[in-house]
């Protein structure tokens, strides 16, 4: 059981909007720190999506997009694409600065 | 280019030790932490720990802390994984990833399959 919770998947149709949430608790997202979201494709490596919340690495198509508010998290995927189909994962911190990983997003591109 | 270069795939069986590597190249090694992340079969991605490859400061998660351990030599830009005694349950991928402060692990290294199997 993951600290950081998120939905065990997602799914849209091409070009619909999707969104993953995040949710952790005042020990975590809550006491401030930043979450990130990261993209696995299958049998690949994960690869950074979103850092510091809302901003997108270079090279990150702007239909990726984040957002924080009080203990939760969210991604939102705009223009679905076949491409997008893939596991994704928020990330943050607690208080002893361990890492967290959400349970990860299976998401499907129908 | 920035990159982390992880050793290959093992095979171990179980109670033996094992280390892997990730080199860093491309940019100051001592500038950015390395963290070791685990994906067992089918599953989603752990968190195990960091490094500061500075003065090899660490931080444990509290689920590997004693049962792995993360060092590095900073001479040859290098972080490690150490297991003493292997289990089966440690049979995954691990991945090291460079940690950019508030901007998240920016660079993976293309992970290792660790399989102990007797």
């Known amino acids: 059981q993951s600290v950081l919770t998120q939905p065990p998947s997602v799914s849209g149709a091409p070009g619909q909007r999707v969104t993953i949430s995040c949710t952790g608790s005042?020990?975590?997202?809550?006491?401030?720190?930043?979450v990130h979201w990261y993209q696995q494709l299958p049998g690949t490596a994960p690869k950074l999506l979103i850092y510091?919340?809302?901003n997108r690495p270079s090279g990150v198509p702007d239909r990726f997009s984040g957002s924080k508010s009080g203990t939760s998290a969210s991604l939102a995927i705009t223009g679905l694409q076949a491409e997008d189909e893939a596991d994704y994962y928020c990330q943050s911190y607690d208080s002893s600065l361990s890492g967290l990983f959400g349970g990860g997003t299976k998401l499907t591109v129908l | 280019e920035v990159q982390l270069v992880q050793s290959g795939a093992e095979v171990k069986k179980p109670g033996e030790s094992l280390r892997i590597s990730c080199k860093g190249s491309g940019y100051s090694f001592t500038s950015y932490w390395i963290s070791w992340v685990r994906q067992m079969p089918g599953k989603g991605l752990e968190w195990m720990g960091r490094?500061?490859?500075?003065?090899?400061?660490?931080n444990y998660s509290p689920s590997f802390q004693g049962h792995v351990t993360i060092s590095a030599d900073k001479s040859i830009s290098t972080a490690y994984l150490q297991w003493s005694s292997l289990k089966a349950s440690d049979t995954a991928m691990y991945y090291c990833a460079k940690i950019q402060p508030t901007r998240g692990m920016d660079v993976w290294g293309q992970g290792t399959t660790v399989t102990v199997s007797s």
């Open positions: 490094i500061d490859p500075s003065d090899s400061y660490t």
């Open positions: 510091g919340n809302s």
């Open positions: 005042s020990s975590n997202i809550g006491a401030g720190y930043d």
